[in-house]
């Protein structure tokens, strides 16, 4: 506006055909005053919309509107603090974030619930192998020579079953004794007895006699003597003949040792012992390479599995996940934590875990690697650890970016 306002007597003056000095002075000053077209021939700003002026009376119109419909519809303030009963309070925390999302201290829509409510997982990942804790080592109690093998490696076996069979001429030769000497003992406990019932019949018939005066008592006291005598002998008898049948149970009992019995049920997974063999006895066998065989308890076999020391809290007995033998890489099974062990390895820094075994595969065996997985919840009680909801909700609930 001000470059028209200037630039108009300009042109006016300009147009003229015959100008005075006076005009054409004044004209020149009016041209040194006015501004040129040419500076505004620099680069314009990028536009930017225009903001639209809403005059004043239709602001004070709209204003008006609105106290109007709040105060015939909106709900009254002793309403929305939840006193008032005709309309349920509506507290923040069930105030939805737009999004979809809810804010901090507001919880989740209705439909979400059971997805808040879901505790957090954490996996734990080890690696192990299978052990049988049931595993006995075969000796023969006795020394002797093997006669007979009557079991294989691989077969199943229960308690008592004979395994191997020895010979000894000494053993044999013993328990015969044992049973002459107890034969022996037998004899003369019968010996002693009758003397005993004689020297009781002589002493009655003496001592009646001594009654009448018929029979001295020198004669009562030496039937009395003899008495006590054979009395004591059968005793001594029957302790010779106890003495024979220990020694003949001993004996019997090292023959019977020479057929060497199954400990436990289980399977044979080492055999050693080999006909025409000779076999130390027991106290004699220091060394687990001089042993007759090797039973196994497959029938309760568990995993050992080593997992990072950083997880010990989470770690409690119970907790289940499954496992996978490397063997049998398409049949993964159940496991859960039977015991934790007391001492972490320094070398690897991890903890042995004992798991047991729920439905593994048939084919399973002792040593096999095994890789095993364990679910644990954030918020579980075996964490020994209280919640963290701050750590977790600002993940979980952070509102959404309004632009």
Known sequence: MFE???SA????????????EHDRTLAAQLRSLSIEPAAFETELPEPRA??????????????????AVVALYGPRPLELAGVSGEHPAISADETPARGGAAVEGMRPPADDGAKSRAAPTREITGSGYVVAPDVAIV???????????????GDKVVAGQVLVRLDDAGARFALRGAEISWRAAE???EARNIALVQARSSLTRIGRLAGRDAMSAQALEEAKTTYDTAENGAEQARQDLAKARLDIDRAREQVEALNVRAPISGTVTRLDAHVGDTVLSREDSVRENESLLAITDTANMVIDADVAEANIALMRPGLSGEAV????PGQPFAVEVAKIAPVISREKGTVTLRLSLTS???????AMAARIRLVVGEGSAGTHHPPRPSRLRPLAYAPQDEG
């Open 4 to 6: 028209v306002a200037i």
């Open 139 to 153: 000796f023969s109690k006795y020394e002797g020579r093997v006669v007979a093998v009557e079991v294989e490696a």
């Open 187 to 189: 004899l003369a406990l």
């Open 360 to 366: 593994p595969p048939s084919g399973m065996r002792p």
């Open 325 to 328: 033998l490397d063997g049998f």
């Open 9 to 20: 007597p300009v042109a006016m003056l300009a147009g003229m055909n015959t100008t005075s």
């Open 50 to 67: 225009r903001r639209r002026m809403i005059p004043g009376p239709i602001l004070v119109l709209a204003a008006t509107v609105s106290l």
